[in-house]
Antibody, heavy 119, light 105 residues
Framework: QVQLQESGPGLVKPSQTLSLTCSVSGDSISSGASYWSWIRQAAGKGLEWIGRIYTTGYTNYNPSLKTRVSISLDTSKNHFSLNLASVTAADTAVYYC???????????WGQGTLVTVSS | EIVLTQSPGTLSLSPGERATLFCRASESVSSDYLAWYQQKIGQAPRLLIYSASRRATGIPARFSGSGSETDFTLTISRLEPEDFAVYYCQQYGRSFGQGTKVEIK
């Protein structure tokens, strides 16, 4: 049973880079064929898909965030990470990590972590 | 980029009633790559339906999905108290619809 847990700073200053990690247990991020994804949700709003990385390292990102976002795998620590550069208050949200098979569904979700962008 | 538009925004129904939720795509979407998720307040979303019509593991039979090309539907045959939540459609690896809230009438 795969389990995911997000971690990272809860407060980030405007113009800085938001960095989050998703720790994976119950599976190896380097084995099999899986997508590892990030999704966010501003307070009272809908889900916004940020992007994903495949086991091979292939990535694809939301076009509206593409210039600022990077997702990477760390096989030594069995986790994957999100970096979002040049943040503003509009990036304040609960950030979820999720995983699923190569078909692309989001089968397993972390509990989410709130990140606030404020000086 | 394909945009998914869900309707209605809010559905007010009583337990036992049938709920029909719609997801319309701005361009044709392969039904193999259309999913529905349920999100309850304070919780992470949960996969309900994949490939437009296949129930995910552990999802009750009262949930069903259908559709093709640009028009997809999620039906809850008889609403149970735990079904009142927000529902999102998504094309795999792409953006979500804006969501439909199913609330108690």
């Amino acid at each position: 049973q795969v389990q995911l847990q997000e971690s990272g700073p809860g407060l980030v200053k405007p113009s800085q880079t938001l960095s989050l990690t998703c720790s994976v247990s119950g599976d190896s991020i380097s084995s099999g064929a899986s997508y590892w994804s990030w999704i966010r949700q501003a307070a009272g709003k809908g889900l916004e898909w940020i992007g994903r990385i495949y086991t091979t390292g292939y990535t694809n990102y939301n076009p509206s965030l593409k210039t600022r976002v990077s997702i990477s795998l760390d096989t030594s620590k069995n986790h994957f990470s999100l970096n979002l550069a040049s943040v503003t208050a509009a990036d304040t949200a609960v950030y979820y990590c999720a995983s699923g098979p190569s078909s692309g569904t989001l089968d397993v979700w972390g509990q989410g972590t709130l990140v606030t962008v404020s000086s | 980029e394909i945009v998914l538009t869900q309707s209605p925004g809010t559905l007010s129904l009583s337990p036992g009633e049938r709920a029909t939720l719609f997801c319309r795509a701005s361009e044709s979407v392969s039904s193999d790559y259309l999913a529905w998720y349920q999100q309850k307040i304070g919780q992470a979303p949960r996969l309900l339906i994949y490939s437009a019509s296949r129930r995910a593991t552990g999802i009750p039979a009262r949930f069903s999905g259908s559709g093709s090309e640009t028009d997809f539907t999620l039906t809850i045959s008889r609403l149970e108290p735990e079904d009142f939540a927000v529902y999102y459609c998504q094309q795999y690896g792409r953006s979500f619809g804006q969501g439909t809230k199913v609330e108690i009438k």
